[in-house]
């Protein structure tokens, strides 16, 4: 028999929270839903543009009457609780039905704190918090009327340009000097008003208002200093508060909301309670993205998973007021001990503030351009030291090179068959469909429906600006905790220490001990689970080949018809006749149809037969090549150039040293494909300084660069030390890939690694710690021992393995 869930409040959060519970647990909970207003779920966040007329009510309808009737939900809508029995866990409506429960969920929300001062019952006076409220504002509204809006925040900014977009003559009235002052600092906020004006919205401000005029009904307003304007219309946007009545009237504990822990229980264990209504570690909400948090938590503990804890939200803003672009983030204030960094370009309308700390970002302000605000957030949420980087970061990240960004507002005016993701095809209105028809909010869910931005993320900012501009007003960023995916609530970070302090060694255990959602995980999980245990027990875990991509399961690249890529590994990219004239045997008996040089200085058979596969590993073993595991996340190639044997600007043995690496890391997985090179000379003719390691020789020794991408997002290296020998380039090479492999997140590559965690911090582990670095290099040089056995020698033995490249033979 199912228990019983009774919601009270048909909103964003506790629609959301019962989303998440049906994914978990669909069939544990018979599920009642009251709501006040007489309709299903809609989004709130876009009333601001049904009340400009870009959009109409039916559209922002989130979950319409199917949804609940599909999902086996009884809707009681129009229809408000009045009381809650907490000893018979018995709820009572307006309308007089009384239901039992089992659990609880509060979503009461909140309601438009309104001035008490004269006049504010008038005939005229209305507040802004739902479609009720947008409908009488509609109906008073007509060409040539005056409307006052009191409150300068993001909600009255918005109804202001609603109304002016229906004709009437708009005067924002604010009780300080800088508009939206808990988003914008004092000159963002006064670049705003300038914009706002030169559209024609009018400015009163500061100003206290003392009465509103008029009977019955509001014919104008009057501030403190006696000064009086006329108005037909005013609107009360001056904040919210906690609808937290019923759940006093209960007698469950409240302060300025209802009290919940971090499992969003109430003092009640039968009670939970989500959304703007609840107060957590003295925190009130009001953004979208925290609610969604806890709606997640909430769900995992309804469910009876237990384990997901809310322990509150880092969240960044991203505004969109009246189509102008705005972000904030954290303690955009600075204060004591906190350093500014700012930009200013007002030709262009553009405003960049970061408040640093140590040189870790505290808070950032954005105006005019903020596409580089989720890169900005990131770095602040991991508290990256940006030290390496700090002179040139209010440039932003298309300063190092990321082609996914661009000018402002780029996104938005593009048209639907734009481009946005290169890596996986995804054209711009492929996401604004899915924000629409998905109902999606935050990035997290776009890249889940539509994949855009989740491979090499150089897409985020556009991505992020449809979003804005496709929702509207009030858009909250990445939410301050990310996980792994869908199957867990535990971080990358999170997993891998528990792998370690639990000694997990197979997939399985790992996923029973950290209480996975699903029983087999997914193509998500299952990759980084295989990859982080086989980094952290090199000799004990035994590498799961179902748990790896296609090309890592085949030991060859798959190609769009079918067929397969192989490429021997040519140490250093030095061949020499015996070994080309085995290839081109190869290719001869295989009948390969294209004989490629890459840029990675090796040789690529390309168009081969799955069937194939086993014979020409085995004859190209047999001439003395192994796997270039040219489809692994591991170590690719090792780029060299001729060196000073026969390059008259050589400085070193570039060839010979590149060789070395090369045998030396060969055979190595990583959490992303990794790319070395060895120029012997500042010519670079090896092109090391957009490799994730590169060495570039020189007269007096050898320079270590790191960190550097030459592919959709390119970025040149960061120098890491110089030294005086080739022993020490081989210590220092492989310090470097055993600390990438230990502690960046699998598919992070070193680029987007290092800036998150900061060069000083790489430099600190790797240059100034001696012993920490020698430590390091031998943890790789014994993982070695484990990993540098030829896969192709490997299974081109194994019969098994074979018959199952064989094609299927169907009886006749």
Same mark, same amino acid.
């Given at each position: 028999?199912?228990?019983?869930?009774?919601?009270?409040?048909?909103?964003?959060?506790?629609?959301?929270?019962?989303?998440?519970?049906?994914?978990?647990?669909?069939?544990?909970?018979?599920?009642?839903?009251?709501?006040?207003?007489?309709?299903?779920?809609?989004?709130?966040?876009?009333?601001?543009?049904?009340?400009?007329?870009?959009?109409?009510?039916?559209?922002?309808?989130?979950?319409?009457?199917?949804?609940?009737?599909?999902?086996?939900?009884?809707?009681?809508?129009?229809?408000?609780?009045?009381?809650?029995?907490?000893?018979?866990?018995?709820?009572?409506?307006?309308? $007089?039905? *009384? !239901?039992?429960? @089992?659990?609880?969920?509060?979503?009461? &929300?909140? +309601? %438009?704190? #309104?001035?008490?001062?004269?006049?504010?019952?008038?005939?005229?006076?209305?507040?802004?918090?739902?479609?009720?409220?947008?409908?009488?504002?509609?109906?008073?509204?007509?060409?040539?009327?005056?409307?006052?809006?009191?409150?300068?925040?993001?909600?009255?900014?918005?109804?202001?340009?609603?109304?002016?977009?229906?004709?009437?003559?708009?005067?924002?009235?604010?009780?300080?000097?800088?508009?939206?002052?808990?988003?914008?600092?004092?000159?963002?906020?006064?670049?705003?008003?300038?914009?706002?004006?030169?559209?024609?919205?009018?400015?009163?401000?500061?100003?206290?208002?003392?009465?509103?005029?008029?009977?019955?009904?509001?014919?104008?307003?009057?501030?403190?200093? $006696?000064? *009086? !304007?006329?108005? @037909?219309?005013?609107?009360?946007?001056? &904040?919210? +508060? %906690?609808? #937290?009545?019923?759940?006093?009237?209960?007698?469950?504990?409240?302060?300025?909301?209802?009290?919940?822990?971090?499992?969003?229980?109430?003092?009640?264990?039968?009670?939970?309670?989500?959304?703007?209504?609840?107060?957590?570690?003295?925190?009130?909400?009001?953004?979208?993205?925290?609610?969604?948090?806890?709606?997640?938590?909430?769900?995992?503990?309804?469910?009876?998973?237990?384990?997901?804890?809310?322990?509150?939200?880092?969240?960044?803003?991203?505004?969109?007021?009246?189509?102008?672009?705005?972000?904030?983030?954290?303690?955009?204030?600075?204060?004591?001990?906190?350093?500014?960094?700012?930009?200013?370009?007002?030709?262009?309308?553009?405003?960049?503030?970061?408040?640093?700390?140590?040189?870790?970002?505290?808070?950032?302000?954005?105006?005019?351009?903020?596409?580089?605000?989720?890169?900005?957030?990131?770095?602040?949420?991991?508290?990256?030291?940006?030290?390496?980087?700090?002179?040139?970061?209010?440039?932003?990240?298309?300063?190092?090179?990321?082609?996914?960004?661009?000018?402002?507002?780029?996104?938005?005016?593009?048209?639907?068959?734009?481009?946005?993701?290169?890596?996986?095809?995804?054209?711009?209105?492929?996401?604004?469909?899915?924000?629409?028809?998905?109902?999606?909010?935050?990035?997290?869910?776009?890249?889940?429906?539509?994949?855009?931005?989740?491979?090499?993320?150089?897409?985020?900012?556009?991505?992020?600006?449809?979003?804005?501009?496709?929702?509207?007003?009030?858009?909250?960023?990445?939410?301050?905790?990310?996980?792994?995916?869908?199957?867990?609530?535990?971080?990358?970070?999170?997993?891998?220490?528990?792998?370690?302090?639990?000694?997990?060694?197979?997939?399985?255990?790992?996923?029973?001990?950290?209480?996975?959602?699903?029983?087999?995980?997914?193509?998500?999980?299952?990759?980084?689970?295989?990859?982080?245990?086989?980094?952290?027990?090199?000799?004990?875990?035994?590498?799961?080949?179902?748990?790896?991509?296609?090309?890592?399961?085949?030991?060859?690249?798959?190609?769009?018809?079918?067929?397969?890529?192989?490429?021997?590994?040519?140490?250093?990219?030095?061949?020499?006749?015996?070994?080309?004239?085995?290839?081109?045997?190869?290719?001869?008996?295989?009948?390969?149809?294209?004989?490629?040089?890459?840029?990675?200085?090796?040789?690529?058979?390309?168009?081969?037969?799955?069937?194939?596969?086993?014979?020409?590993?085995?004859?190209?073993?047999?001439?003395?090549?192994?796997?270039?595991?040219?489809?692994?996340?591991?170590?690719?190639?090792?780029?060299?150039?001729?060196?000073?044997?026969?390059?008259?600007?050589?400085?070193?043995?570039?060839?010979?040293?590149?060789?070395?690496?090369?045998?030396?890391?060969?055979?190595?997985?990583?959490?992303?494909?990794?790319?070395?090179?060895?120029?012997?000379?500042?010519?670079?003719?090896?092109?090391?300084?957009?490799?994730?390691?590169?060495?570039?020789?020189?007269?007096?020794?050898?320079?270590?660069?790191?960190?550097?991408?030459?592919?959709?997002?390119?970025?040149?290296?960061?120098?890491?030390?110089?030294?005086?020998?080739?022993?020490?380039?081989?210590?220092?090479?492989?310090?470097?890939?055993?600390?990438?492999?230990?502690?960046?997140?699998?598919?992070?590559?070193?680029?987007?690694?290092?800036?998150?965690?900061?060069?000083?911090?790489?430099?600190?582990?790797?240059?100034?710690?001696?012993?920490?670095?020698?430590?390091?290099?031998?943890?790789?040089?014994?993982?070695?021992?484990?990993?540098?056995?030829?896969?192709?020698?490997?299974?081109?033995?194994?019969?098994?393995?074979?018959?199952?490249?064989?094609?299927?033979?169907?009886?006749?």
């Amino acid at each position: 028999m199912k228990e019983k869930l009774v919601l009270v409040g048909n909103g964003m959060a506790g629609v959301r929270t019962l989303e998440e519970l049906l994914k978990l647990a669909p069939d544990k909970y018979d599920i009642s839903v009251f709501g006040e207003e007489p309709h299903g779920n809609y989004n709130r966040i876009l009333l601001s543009p049904v009340l400009a007329g870009d959009k109409s009510f039916a559209e922002i309808v989130t979950h319409d009457a199917d949804w609940y009737r599909k999902n086996g939900i009884t809707l009681y809508k129009g229809d408000k609780i009045v009381a809650i029995d907490r000893k018979k866990r018995r709820v009572q409506s307006e309308n $007089g039905v *009384e !239901l039992e429960y @089992d659990r609880l969920l509060l979503a009461t &929300g909140s +309601k %438009p704190f #309104i001035l008490p001062i004269p006049g504010h019952d008038l005939d005229g006076v209305i507040g802004f918090r739902d479609i009720h409220d947008v409908n009488r504002m509609l109906q008073a509204a007509a060409p040539g009327k005056h409307a006052v809006v009191i409150g300068g925040g993001l909600l009255g900014l918005e109804a202001a340009n609603g109304l002016k977009k229906r004709g009437m003559t708009v005067t924002v009235v604010h009780l300080l000097d800088t508009l939206m002052e808990r988003q914008l600092d004092k000159a963002a906020a006064d670049l705003l008003k300038h914009e706002l004006e030169s559209t024609g919205l009018r400015f009163h401000m500061p100003a206290q208002t003392e009465a509103i005029l008029g009977e019955p009904c509001v014919t104008g307003i009057r501030f403190k200093d $006696g000064i *009086e !304007l006329t108005a @037909d219309l005013v609107v009360m946007s001056v &904040g919210i +508060k %906690p609808n #937290i009545e019923l759940a006093k009237s209960c007698g469950i504990y409240c302060e300025r909301g209802i009290i919940v822990s971090d499992t969003l229980q109430t003092f009640d264990p039968a009670i939970y309670a989500v959304g703007e209504c609840v107060q957590h570690r003295g925190s009130l909400f009001g953004l979208v993205a925290p609610l969604f948090e806890q709606a997640r938590v909430c769900s995992n503990h309804l469910a009876e998973y237990g384990i997901a804890r809310y322990q509150g939200s880092i969240t960044s803003t991203k505004l969109k007021v009246t189509g102008i672009d705005l972000f904030s983030a954290g303690e955009f204030q600075g204060g004591e001990n906190h350093e500014t960094l700012t930009l200013q370009d007002p030709a262009r309308g553009i405003y960049k503030k970061l408040v640093l700390q140590d040189n870790r970002i505290k808070g950032a302000v954005l105006y005019g351009d903020t596409v580089d605000g989720a890169w900005y957030f990131q770095l602040m949420r991991e508290s990256a030291d940006i030290s390496a980087f700090r002179e040139s970061i209010l440039f932003g990240q298309a300063h190092v090179g990321d082609s996914g960004y661009g000018n402002e507002n780029k996104a938005v005016n593009l048209p639907d068959s734009a481009e946005i993701c290169g890596c996986n095809g995804v054209c711009k209105g492929d996401v604004v469909k899915a924000i629409v028809e998905k109902k999606l909010y935050t990035l997290e869910e776009v890249r889940a429906h539509t994949k855009a931005s989740s491979s090499c993320g150089s897409c985020t900012g556009l991505v992020e600006q449809i979003l804005a501009s496709t929702l509207g007003g009030d858009y909250s960023t990445a939410p301050s905790k990310q996980a792994l995916c869908a199957c867990t609530a535990l971080t990358h970070d999170e997993v891998r220490a528990a792998i370690s302090s639990a000694a997990y060694q197979t997939i399985r255990d790992a996923m029973a001990g950290m209480e996975w959602k699903t029983p087999d995980g997914c193509s998500s999980c299952r990759p980084a689970l295989n990859y982080y245990l086989l980094c952290r027990w090199p000799g004990e875990y035994r590498d799961d080949a179902q748990s790896r991509f296609i090309n890592e399961r085949t030991h060859a690249n798959i190609q769009k018809d079918g067929t397969y890529s192989v490429v021997p590994r040519i140490w250093g990219g030095v061949t020499n006749s015996h070994e080309l004239r085995a290839i081109a045997d190869v290719a001869d008996k295989y009948e390969v149809p294209t004989v490629k040089i890459t840029g990675g200085q090796r040789i690529d058979l390309l168009g081969i037969k799955k069937q194939d596969l086993p014979g020409i590993w085995r004859d190209l073993n047999q001439a003395g090549f192994v796997s270039g595991h040219a489809y692994g996340k591991s170590l690719r190639t090792v780029k060299t150039c001729v060196g000073k044997d026969w390059c008259r600007f050589g400085t070193q043995d570039s060839t010979g040293l590149g060789i070395q690496v090369e045998k030396m890391t060969w055979g190595s997985w990583t959490p992303h494909k990794f790319k070395i090179a060895v120029s012997g000379c500042p010519r670079n003719c090896a092109e090391a300084t957009i490799k994730d390691l590169g060495v570039v020789c020189v007269d007096s020794g050898y320079e270590i660069h790191v960190g550097g991408n030459g592919g959709i997002k390119v970025r040149v290296t960061d120098l890491l030390v110089k030294v005086a020998t080739e022993a020490e380039v081989l210590e220092y090479t492989g310090a470097f890939m055993q600390l990438y492999r230990e502690e960046a997140r699998y598919l992070e590559r070193t680029a987007p690694w290092i800036e998150r965690v900061g060069l000083a911090y790489v430099k600190h582990r790797i240059v100034d710690d001696r012993r920490g670095r020698e430590a390091l290099y031998q943890g790789f040089v014994a993982a070695q021992q484990n990993a540098q056995i030829d896969p192709w020698a490997e299974l081109a033995g194994n019969t098994e393995y074979c018959r199952q490249l064989a094609p299927l033979t169907l009886p006749v």
